[in-house]
Structure formats: C-alpha cells, structure tokens
C-alpha cells in the first residue's frame, strides 16, 4: 500500500513527533508531503528513510496550492491520503477527492473544547471543517475525548476510529548519568529540587501559572524545554519575581538537553535526558486532546501534575498513581509542588498507563483502518449499488464537481488556522 501523508509543516510538536514514529513501524510504503515549509523534523523523517516533499504554500490565500498539491498526489500514485493538523486536513481532503484518491483518512490532534491548534473554534471553522471531512472516509481521534468532541461536531459515528497516540517506552527510562550530566550541564546543584514541563510557550498551555509557582518556592529551579511566542515573557516574569537564575528557558534545541552531550549519540532535544534530570513533572495545560508529554514524563518515573490528560483521564486510577490533577492556580500548584518536596527524591515504578500506550499498538490499529479505508473504497469501486457511499452529500459527488468552500464568505474571514 502507498500512502502520502500531508501535514502543515514538520515544526517540533506533538502531532509531527508522532507522524514520525508512526512512519517506523507502518507497513506500508509511506511519503511525506508538508505544506508550508520542512521544519526541522524533516531531516529526521528522511534520515529514517521516509521521503519528503514540500508544497510551498505561502499562506492560506494561496491560490495556486490546491491544483498544485492534487497534482502532486495524481502523479505519486497513492492508495491512500492521510492529513494531518487542521489547514492539511482541509486541503488535503479536497486534493485527494480532485486527484481521484477515494481512500482518504485524517487524524485530529489536537482538538479541544474552544480552540484547535491553538485557534479559537469560530464559527466559520467549524464550517470549513465539517464541508471536507464529508469529503473523507474516516476520521481519526487521539483519544474518546476527542472522538466526543467530534460527534458534537456532527461527524457520524461510523467515520470516527479511535488510535490513541503512543510512545517508545524505553528510550523514557529513569537514567542516573544522564540526570548528573544535564544538571552539571546547567550548573544545577546536584540535591536541588527540580520542576520541569516540555511544550510551546504559547498562551493555552498556560506556563505562566508553572513559572509563578515556582518562584514562590525558594531554591526549587524550573527546567522548561519549548519555544514559542511567550518565551520573553516568562523570561522577563522570572526576573520580575526574583527568580531569573532559577528559571531555565531550555528552547528547543538547548545543548544541556542535547542528545549528543547526553551520551545517546543523536543530534537533537533530549528530552530523556531532560526527564532523568528533574524530580516533577508539571503539565498545566487546561484543553489538551492526549496528553503524550504526560506519559513520557510517567514512562520515567516521574510525580506528574497536570491540567488535562486525556490519556490519563480516560483510565481507571490505579493506572496512572503517579499522576495528579490540580487546578488552574497558582496556589495549588505551589501547595502541591511543596508536598512533593518534602517526600524527598525518589522514583517511582513505571506505571501500567505507559505500557498500555505504546507507539508498535498505534501503528497496528493505524494501518488497520487503512485496510478498511481501501477495501470500502474498492468495494464502491466494483460495485457501487451494493455498498454505500461515504456519508453526506459532498462525499458522494464525482471527484471533478469538489470544490472548496470560500473562506471569504465565512463568517470567520479568515478560518484556517496558521497551522
């Protein structure tokens, strides 16, 4: 089976972290085709044998990017579509109808309750959204929150599958050098009390709260792995609070956590060697659709506190003991974080919510609703009085009557989100 996946870019995140180590174990023979530009995760995906190709997609009023990308895929000869991120689902859908691909399965990251990919849900989204996922023959969630969230949206229940993401479990392991070598690295006293939180600096994950928290506890330091738009300002809150020298803005790519200078032999954030150096791990994104830096940081047996984790949530307790939900607050975030303290260092056992999430178990359920997605299609193919079209009226449409909703006349001028 040939398959082309189509994202937005591949910018260090969640959901391209995971297209890549879904591409590793797919038994299919996959390509890779990013809208706007390759981000650094590109490198990656080629080195592990996996081509990629670039739209060059300017913005989201880029005329020529639809026509270009169905051409594209007609040429490559795909079985099968599978988009990512919001504004590759939407063109994509419709690339892949135009190209006369009917096999067509997109996956839904990061769908929350008021905002996609950090966007706010307006109306005009909504709209856009739901005129190509009829173009689709299967949508995937990351988690039953998410498959909730998108019947309320109206996508029938017969088009949802559910594959949670998953993670390499080992390569998370609690290890004891690695922990000495970043906090000397960092000039870190080797006894200090270290919190720590990996994801985009930007406004809906909430690090401000993290970062007030941590500067009422005195000598607790604060390793925070990200980049994004709110970086300055958490810079210049550590330093308004006294707590600039306790405040570590890694970014993304920071050499204290590089993989290399931990010992693993790779270029890149090790965020391994990051979770090995801290002694909590703090989550305080209220809206989140999985919730993979959770696991890793359990998978190292770390305490975690968190906003939101679907992948934990979702469980019975005794699945994930380490793990606790607080509030948005800074109060109890501190109150928290200072009962952890006083339980002393120490590690916990890695707990069974890790194992039960594993990446080989996503791609398995992965490439099985690709099966189904092929086999409904050449099934219409053969006989299509027999089996039924995919829901909704645009679905049904020949490949050549699709067109793409104008986003000019949405009541949201400008409904794609950057990503």
Not at 48 to 72: E, F, I, K, Q
Not at 250 to 262: C, K, M, P, S, W
Not at 381 to 392: D, E, H, I, L
């Amino acid at each position: 089976m040939k398959v082309l996946h189509v994202i937005t870019d591949l910018d260090v995140g969640g959901a391209e972290q995971q297209l890549r180590l879904l591409l590793r174990r797919l038994p299919a023979h996959c390509e890779v085709l990013t809208l706007t530009g390759p981000g650094p995760l590109a490198e990656g995906i080629e080195a592990d044998g996996t081509p990629v190709l670039h739209l060059g997609m300017t913005d989201n009023r880029d005329l020529t990017a639809l026509p270009r990308l169905a051409g594209l895929i007609r040429d490559g000869g795909y079985d099968l579509v599978h988009t990512h991120l919001y504004r590759a689902c939407v063109y994509g859908r419709v690339a892949a109808r135009l190209a006369g691909v009917r096999a067509v399965v997109a996956t839904e990251h990061s769908l929350g309750d008021a905002v996609i990919e950090g966007r706010r849900l307006t109306r005009g989204v909504r709209t856009l959204y739901r005129a190509t996922e009829r173009l689709g023959t299967a949508t995937v969630a990351v988690s039953d929150t998410v498959a909730a969230r998108l019947r309320r949206w109206g996508v029938p229940e017969q088009r949802i599958h559910v594959v949670p993401n998953g993670i390499e479990a080992h390569r998370f392991g609690f290890d004891p050098a690695a922990r000495a070598l970043v906090r000397t690295r960092l000039g870190l006293p080797l006894d200090a009390f270290v919190v720590g939180g990996v994801g985009r600096l930007v406004p809906g994950k909430r690090f401000d709260v993290l970062v007030r928290a941590v500067t009422q506890l005195p000598g607790v330091h604060l390793l925070l792995a990200g980049a994004g738009p709110e970086r300055e300002m958490l810079r210049r809150m550590a330093e308004q609070f006294g707590s600039g020298d306790r405040i570590h803005l890694l970014g993304e790519r920071d050499g204290a956590v590089d993989t290399a200078a931990a010992g693993r032999g790779a270029a890149g954030p090790d965020i391994p060697g990051l979770l090995s150096a801290i002694d909590v791990f703090v989550s305080p994104s209220p809206d989140e659709a999985f919730g993979l830096a959770v696991l890793e940081a359990l998978a190292s047996g770390l305490h975690v506190l968190y906003g939101s984790c679907p992948a934990v949530d979702e469980l019975p307790a005794d699945q994930a003991p380490g793990a606790r939900r607080f509030g948005l607050n800074v109060h109890e975030l501190g109150t928290a974080l200072r009962d952890l303290r006083r339980q002393g260092p120490g590690r916990l056992q890695v707990p069974p919510v890790v194992r039960r999430y594993d990446i080989t178990r996503s791609a398995e359920a992965l490439m099985s609703v690709y099966e189904q997605a092929v086999a409904a299609t050449s099934a219409r193919r053969s006989n299509p009085a027999v089996v039924p079209p995919p829901q909704g009226r645009a679905a049904a449409l020949p490949a050549a009557s699709v067109s793409l909703p104008d986003p000019s006349r949405s009541p949201d001028p400008s409904p794609l989100p950057n990503r």
